[in-house]
């Protein structure tokens, strides 16, 4: 059974950081892509970032030099550090595993990420 539990989310003042986590089981984790998403009430599920099983990244560019995904391969889980956040950035925060070049397979539950002073 393949399972991936975020963690990490919670309420923060603007400028400031949270970590998120996202521990994935039941599946071969270090061939899958990466990805962390986000949906805010009322709008679609965009991609935030993602790594791939070489460990490269691509962040959205509202995130760029704000925000860093890694992975430990050792520990199936992939780490979201956000840093500067903003009120903009509140939304639920989902990872998201896929094979590259295809769509994601399996998503997380989501954890709520609030900024707001």
């Known amino acids: 059974q393949v399972q991936l539990v975020e963690s990490g989310g919670g309420l923060v003042q603007p400028g400031g950081s949270l970590r998120l986590s996202c521990a994935a089981s039941?599946?071969?984790?270090?061939?899958?892509?990466m990805g962390w998403y986000r949906q805010a009430p009322g709008k679609q599920r965009d991609l935030v970032a993602h790594?791939?099983?070489?460990?490269?990244?691509d962040y959205a560019d509202s995130v760029k030099g704000r925000f860093t995904i890694s992975r430990d391969n050792a520990k199936n889980t992939v780490y979201l550090q956000m840093n500067s956040l903003k009120p903009e950035d509140m939304a639920v925060y989902y990872c998201g595993a896929n094979i590259p070049r295809a769509p994601v397979s399996w998503w997380g539950q989501g954890t709520q990420v609030t900024v707001s002073s």
């Open positions: 790594i791939t099983s070489g460990g490269s990244t």
């Open positions: 039941g599946i071969t984790f270090r061939i899958y892509t």
